[in-house]
Structure formats: structure tokens, C-alpha cells
């Protein structure tokens, strides 16, 4: 864990390792118009969460009154319940998060149904499982306040940018931008089609990819990797880098057809087991995309198979 960051007035940072495909997430303290503080984002719950959380909330010199959940992946919502009881500050959710929330991670999720969906895609069985795993470090608030997109906390906007996840939300006041992973500097954050989500999430994510460029925060937070000081010239760089993902997309069906996890052998290469179902759903959001933009073709049975 580094030490709590000061960012700028009003605004500090603390960082945890993480033992996923990114190897930290960033949580934020935001200063709130009574003094004390509002923490967005909980990072992935901990073994022991008092003994993470802490020297971090020592050093704050005020007690947190609120916490936000930008979106329920679990490096994002995964420690929330415990931040909750550590600190006596109700939880904060969007109302649509929420709902995919309990559906992928509460008691009646199904690892049977992920792993149809994936096979259904084109996974092999050995590739299948593992996110029962990850399901026991997920302490999402059961009873959480539901945010809708336009609501206001302490003088911060709620916008609701989907795409990275269906539900996520952002912070927005002045210049100022608190933006979970919508936008990330030294990587692109994935933008996946899962079971039960949003048809075409790729079209979600340029339009709010857009509307950042529109918005031209001076300074974005992002969940991981260097602060934005040019969000606006960053999200049309992702932009583009999705225009020249559809095309190898295209390019990677061939003389097809072909399934999205062929597809994801052929665009991303070899990757390590615990990153394959994520480059086979971004893939899969890229030839949903080219679908719908009638570029290629959805074909009938099992597999899934596309044609260009």
C-alpha cells in the first residue's frame, strides 16, 4: 500500500496491490463541505480489512461521512462492506451497478452460467472456472443508497458512463473529474459483452468516451495508473484505438467463420489463463459492434460463429 497521496486541495489518493491483471487500483478521498470526507471506491475486500484500511484512515483528519462505489467489478465494490462497518458511512451505488451487482456477485450468482456463456463462445473446458475464487473476496453493501444519473453528492454531479460496465458511474464538479475506469492513462480499459449486459457495449463506451472529450477535465482521477491532466485528448486516442480494433476484428475473421475465443487467439495472442475470458468478451464486444455496423455477420448454432 503506498501512503495516503495528497492530489491536490480537498483531494487524496491511496493505493493497494492487487493480485489481478492490473497489479493496483487507486481509491480517492474527496473533502466533503463539512470536513469531513467522502471515499470513492473500496478496492478488493481484504483478509484482514482492519489491518488494510487502518493507517490509511488515521491519517485522515477527519472521519469518512460517505462512500462511492463507482462500478461493481471487484477491485471497485469487493471491500465496501467492510469499509462500511470500519467506518459508519452509508455506501453509495447506482441503481442500475446495483442490481448487476448482486445478479454476477450475490448468493444466487452461477458459475455454471458463466461458464455456459463462455463455452458457448468458443471457450475450452480447461479455460473454464476460476471466479468462485474471486467471489469470496467481493463484500458489496447489501442495502446500499441508490444513485440515479443527475443526482448530486456534496456538490458533485452524477453521470452514468457505461460501457467499461454497464452501470458505472462518475463524479463530475467544476474541471474536476473522479472517473473510476472509464478513462485510464497507460492502458484502455476493457470493454466486454457478458451474459445479461448491455447488447452492444462498445457503442456505449465511445459515446462515453465522447462525452468526456466534450466535458475537457482538467484533471480526471482514474482508478488506476497516472492522474489526467488532458482526459479530452486521452479519450479520443481510445477512441481511435477502438476504430483500429474493429478493423483487426474484421481483419481476424478471415475466411471465417469463427468464434469469438478463435477471434481472441488472433488479436490479443497468448495470454495468461486468468486474462483469457477478458480478451475473449472484449472480442466479442468488438464483433457485436461489427455486427450492428453490418461489417460482419452473427451466425446460428453452437459455438457462437461469426463471418465477415
Keep these: 500500500m503506498d501512503s495516503l497521496h495528497h492530489v491536490e486541495d480537498g483531494i487524496r489518493r491511496v493505493t ?55 462500478h461493481m467489478h471487484p477491485d471497485h465494490v469487493g471491500g465496501a462492506a467492510d469499509l462500511a462497518a470500519l467506518t459508519g458511512a452509508a455506501v453509495h451505488q447506482g441503481r442500475v451497478d446495483f442490481d448487476q451487482c448482486v445478479r454476477v456477485w450475490g448468493p444466487e450468482r452461477s458459475q455454471r452460467r458463466i461458464d455456459d456463456w463462455m463455452r458457448d463462445h468458443g471457450m475450452p473446458d480447461e479455460l473454464l ?12 453493501a447489501p ?41 485510464l492513462g497507460e492502458i484502455t480499459p476493457a470493454v466486454g459483452l457478458y451474459p445479461e449486459c448491455r447488447p452492444d457495449p462498445l457503442a456505449d463506451y465511445l459515446d462515453s468516451l465522447a462525452r468526456i472529450a466534450e466535458w475537457r477535465p482538467r484533471l480526471a482521477l482514474p482508478g488506476h495508473g497516472p492522474l489526467l491532466a488532458d482526459a479530452a485528448a486521452r479519450a479520443r486516442e481510445i477512441a481511435a484505438h477502438h476504430g ?3 478493423d483487426a476484428t474484421a481483419g481476424a ?13 488472433r488479436i490479443f495472442g497468448r495470454v495468461p489463463p486468468a486474462q483469457r475470458r477478458f480478451a475473449l468478451t472484449e472480442a466479442l464486444a468488438h464483433l457485436e459492434r461489427l455486427v450492428r455496423l453490418g461489417r460482419a455477420e452473427r451466425l446460428d448454432g453452437l459455438p457462437v460463429r461469426f463471418a465477415a
Design 129 to 140: 472456472g476460476g471466479s468462485d475464487r474471486l467471489a469470496a473476496r467481493v463484500r458489496y
Design 244 to 246: 483500429e480494433r474493429l
Design 253 to 265: 475473421l478471415g475466411d471465417g467463420p469463427r468464434s469469438a475465443f478463435e477471434v481472441s487467439l
Design 16 to 70: 493497494f496491490a492487487l493480485p489481478l491483471g492490473i497489479d493496483h487500483v487507486h481509491c480517492y478521498f474527496l473533502r466533503t463541505t463539512e470536513g469531513a470526507w467522502m471515499l470513492v471506491d473500496t478496492g478488493l475486500g481484504a483478509e484482514d480489512p482492519e489491518a488494510q484500511w487502518a493507517p490509511v484512515l488515521s491519517a485522515l483528519d477527519a472521519p469518512v461521512e460517505r462512500i462511492l462505489v463507482t
Design 143 to 183: 442495502d446500499p443508497v441508490l444513485l440515479d444519473p443527475g443526482d448530486e453528492l456534496d456538490g458533485w454531479r452524477v453521470e452514468l458512463l457505461p460501457g467499461h460496465a454497464d452501470g458505472h458511474l462518475v463524479l463530475r464538479r467544476g474541471d474536476v473529474l473522479v472517473a473510476g475506469d472509464t478513462i
